[in-house]
């Protein structure tokens, strides 16, 4: 399994924007970020293969959420603009060693399951009203 280290988290107010970005320690081909608010459970919010060639977004986040990732793989973004209330929660990169190849449809199958075995500490995100 890859280390994962995430950055950029804050607070901003209602409409504004952050930037995440999480660096792994070695390659995967399935990549993205999870959310989990307090007394809710993990959320799927973006994937993206390497050079982000294929991009999956939640449906709660599109148009507003930009994820990007390296072509090397290991460096992952989360543009985030628009931000409401309701994204407030801890934000992390997740990564999946299980799956074959490149097997994007896999990689899509666990990201609706929450199902990426690699997480880094999480990074707090907070909007306010």
């Known amino acids: 399994q890859v280390q994962l280290a995430e950055s950029g988290g804050g607070s901003v107010q209602d409409g504004g924007s952050l930037t995440l970005s999480c660096t792994a320690s070695?390659?995967?081909?399935?990549m993205g970020w999870f959310r989990q608010a307090q007394g809710k459970e993990r959320e799927g919010v973006a994937i993206?293969?390497?050079?982000?060639?294929?991009?999956h977004y939640a449906d709660s986040v599109k148009g507003r959420f930009t994820i990007s990732r390296a072509n090397d793989g290991k460096t992952l973004t989360l543009q985030m603009n628009s931000l409401k209330p309701e994204d407030t929660a801890m934000y992390y990169c997740?990564?999946?060693?299980?799956?074959?190849?490149?097997?994007?449809?896999?990689?899509?199958?666990?990201?609706?399951?929450?199902?990426?075995?690699?997480r880094g500490q999480g990074t707090p995100v907070t909007v306010s009203s």
């Open positions: 070695g390659y995967t081909y399935c």
């Open positions: 993206a293969s390497p050079g982000a060639m294929y991009i």
């Open positions: 997740a990564a999946e060693h299980r799956v074959r190849g490149e097997d994007w449809a896999d990689c899509r199958l666990r990201f609706a399951n929450s199902d990426y075995g690699s």
